[in-house]
Structures are given as structure tokens and as C-alpha cells.
């Protein structure tokens, strides 16, 4: 997985406290999956993050303006997409911080 924000962007928020809050946790539950992490310096950089499957499956989702949860919501995406492939390694994300993310509303 690589993981793009500019981290001075009001609409990189979202990725960047994910980060914050979670890549440890993340890291734990799944230590064989790569997390690249870049912090673009380009004002008009807008966050993505890509999956790289393997054997040349890829999926890139513009994550700007996401909140926390909404980020949270795609990895666990991206982790069922690799699952139906065939290609899941790692425990389920669901399990990572099901209790720490709050909904503002």
C-alpha cells in the first residue's frame, strides 16, 4: 500500500491522522503488508492511496477531503478486494480499532 498526502493540506486531514492514530495498530495486525507513506511538499497535491495487489493489480482512490473513518472504511475495501483475489495475508482490519473511531455526528 502507498499512501500520498501533503500533510499541511486541510484536505489531507483525514490520511494524516489515520496515520497518526493507527499505523502502528495496523502494522501489528498485518506485518507482511508494505505501508509506503509520502509526504508530497506540491500546496495542490491531492492525498491517494494505492494498492498494489500483485501480479499487476492496482487500485489508486483520491483519499482528499476523507474523513479518518471513511480512509479506515477504504483500507478495509482494499483488504476484502485482495481477499476476493485470492491474495489476503493478514488479519482483518475490521479487528484493528473498531472502538476508536468516533463519529462526529
Do not use: C, W
Not at 484536505?11 to 494524516?16: F, I
Not at 475495501?77 to 485482495?82: E, W
Not at 481477499?83 to 475490521?94: T, V
Amino acid at each position: 500500500m502507498r499512501i500520498f498526502l501533503n500533510s499541511t493540506q486541510p484536505g489531507s486531514e483525514g490520511v494524516k491522522n489515520l496515520i497518526i492514530n493507527h499505523y502502528p495498530s495496523l502494522k501489528m495486525m498485518n506485518p507482511s503488508m508494505q505501508i509506503l507513506i509520502r509526504d508530497k511538499a506540491d500546496d495542490n497535491f491531492e492525498a491517494v492511496i494505492e494498492a498494489d495487489y500483485g501480479k499487476g493489480i492496482n487500485s489508486t482512490v483520491n483519499v482528499n477531503f476523507m474523513t479518518e473513518r471513511e480512509v479506515m472504511e477504504l483500507l478495509k475495501r482494499f483488504q476484502k478486494d485482495g481477499a476476493d483475489l485470492g491474495l489476503d495475508h493478514n488479519e482483518p482490519i475490521q479487528d484493528v480499532l473498531p472502538h476508536r473511531l468516533v463519529d462526529p455526528n
